[in-house]
């Protein structure tokens, strides 16, 4: 699990307003605009490593996995790997055909990163001097923003045609998955709630 960079930064803001608050003391700005934060949690991630495989027909070496040969010394990134793109440089690897390993090193990709920001909204009403009932809005992933995982990597599955051109990627640098930041669901999703404090 190398994470090169792996940043996140919380805030919590009470709003200035209301009661003992330097602005709308009192009155009906008081009352609406009094007892009001907001919070946020921004987070960015570099991409996780993964390394291109092939199929294993001809290793004969059963229980492992076959990496790719790699035929160009530098993968370049050539697209997002959505929607029909390819990710990396698809030519750069080739499937190996003969009983020896691929000479692709262990983890020498990296899958896109991620970019993610919560925010919330609450406000606190008080019930007597010590007891306040809190209602509370939240949005996780309030931009909907897709959080990809890693892209296809056997090499296996690439098509060519006779010249070596791309035929079908089918699957192979292709992102058909969500990664989704250990949540339970990846898209946008709101949270309602109400809560006594004491």
Do not use: C
């Not at 930064?9 to 605009?33: M, R, S």
């Not at 990296?110 to 909204?121: A, C, F, M, S, Y």
Request: charged share 15%; net charge positive; glycine share 12%.
């Amino acid at each position: 699990m190398d994470i090169t960079h792996n940043l996140h930064i919380a805030t919590v803001y009470e709003l200035p307003f209301g009661k003992d608050k330097p602005f709308l003391q009192h009155g009906i700005g008081a009352i609406l605009a009094g007892g009001w934060s907001t919070n946020a949690l921004f987070g960015h991630t570099s991409g996780l490593p993964f390394s291109v495989t092939a199929s294993a027909a001809s290793l004969n070496a059963p229980g492992n996995t076959q990496r790719a040969d790699q035929i160009k010394a530098d993968v370049n990134k050539v697209g997002t790997g959505v929607g029909g793109q390819a990710y990396f440089d698809p030519l750069a690897f080739a499937p190996v055909t003969t009983a020896r390993f691929g000479t692709a090193g262990f983890n020498t990709l990296r899958g896109p990163g991620n970019t993610n920001l919560d925010l919330g909204l609450f406000r606190s009403f008080p019930i007597t001097e010590r007891i306040r009932l809190q209602i509370r809005a939240e949005a996780l992933n309030v931009s909907n923003t897709p959080h990809f995982g890693n892209p296809g990597n056997n090499v296996s599955n690439l098509q060519l045609n006779g010249d070596g051109s791309v035929r079908n990627l089918n699957g192979f640098s292709q992102i058909t998955t969500t990664n989704p930041l250990g949540r339970l669901i990846d898209p946008r999703y709101f949270r309602f709630g109400i809560r006594f404090l004491f």
